[in-house]
């Protein structure tokens, strides 16, 4: 592994942004070698650019050049042909003034700055009394926004929001060419994640209406994937699958003749049934309870605690 990578991840939640880049890694086949993870996490690894294009949750990533105790003892020149700017970023408490260090950093550098469309990015970041010089890469906008289950043709509370939905995906340990599977797919937000990325999908739920609003939601982005109104035993006659990926009901749904102990147990059971050898199910539980009941199936991975509010907590889950 040769490359040294700083990965500067969204504080949305204190566990899932890490979570996620490690099933890409290893979803992709990736060598990596995790060597800090807080305040900014800092990998080694010989390739970055599908954290770079999949990852929900990541803010910024750089190349670090050199770490350094003083910003005095740093010059560099720019390309004659490249423009450049000095981003800095301090995870210390000293409260600096960041513009200020930006220029005192960059008087520096010898080149031609360009502060708003610059060729290069110098990325400095302020970790422990270190200084990391990395040259950031360009990390594509998720166009989260433009998903966001109100701006779909079919509008649901119960959507998961894309942010949530891509990470999941990515959890599961899938890359392209991969097959996963919701089942109970709603309106269809896995499936309109998995798809942007490459990854093939199967999406069943046993409401119509559902159904309907998942297809005109993967129409409008563009989704190609396989629909199906059933049961989610349904799986089990359309083939094996490398992931379940998946959000199931944990209050008033379409099964109201058959008890959520009885659902999430029959659905746990399926699944086992349905995956490849060293596949893996990423399922979000709505108490401790059902978590436990998952141990009777699956080994237990990885938890992590969603805060609904004040009377709910979700458990997002890596299961294999």
């Known amino acids: 592994m040769g490359m040294k990578i ?3 991840l969204s504080k949305e939640h204190p566990t899932l942004p890490i979570s996620e880049i490690k099933g890409i890694f290893e979803g992709e086949k990736i060598k990596y070698s995790l060597e800090k993870e807080n305040p900014i996490t800092v990998i080694e690894t010989d390739e970055i650019g599908p954290i770079i294009q999949r990852s929900a949750f990541l803010k910024r990533a750089g190349l670090i050049l050199f770490i350094v105790e003083n910003i005095k003892g740093v010059s560099a020149e720019i390309a004659e042909d490249k423009t450049f700017a000095i981003r800095y970023f301090d ?8 513009n200020e260090i930006e220029r005192k950093i960059g008087r520096n550098f010898r ?8 060729d290069i990015e110098i990325g400095v970041y302020h970790i422990d009394n ?11 906008q998720r166009g989260f926004n433009e998903r966001h289950p109100n701006k779909r043709p079919y509008k649901t509370n119960l959507s998961m929001k894309p942010k949530l ?20 797919c709603g309106g269809g937000s896995i499936i309109i994640e998995s798809g942007l990325m490459g990854i093939e999908s199967v999406g069943i739920d046993i409401s119509m209406k559902m159904i309907n609003g998942c297809i005109a939601n993967t129409t409008y982005y563009n989704i190609k994937s396989e ?14 699958f490398d992931a379940v990926v998946t959000d199931p009901p944990y209050g008033r749904s379409s099964y109201k003749t058959e008890s959520l102990e009885s659902l999430y147990r029959r659905a746990l059971k399926t699944f086992k049934e ?3 050898e060293n596949g893996y199910i990423v399922m979000i539980f709505p108490s401790e309870k059902y978590l436990e009941i998952s141990k009777e199936f699956f080994n237990v991975l990885e938890t992590h605690r969603l805060y609904v509010h004040k ?3 979700r458990y997002i889950t890596l299961l294999s």
């Open 6 to 8: 700083i990965l500067e």
């Open 91 to 98: 995870y210390t408490n000293e409260k600096a003034n960041r």
């Open 111 to 118: 080149g031609k700055v360009d502060l708003k469309n610059p």
């Open 130 to 140: 270190l200084y990391y010089y990395t040259n950031l890469f360009p990390v594509p």
């Open 165 to 184: 939905a891509r990470a999941m995906v990515n959890m599961a340990r899938v890359k392209i060419g991969n097959r996963i599977v919701d089942p109970f």
């Open 227 to 240: 629909i199906y109104r059933g049961d989610f035993s349904l799986i089990k006659n359309i083939g094996k």
């Open 274 to 276: 349905s995956i490849k």
């Open 311 to 313: 009377s709910l907590t």
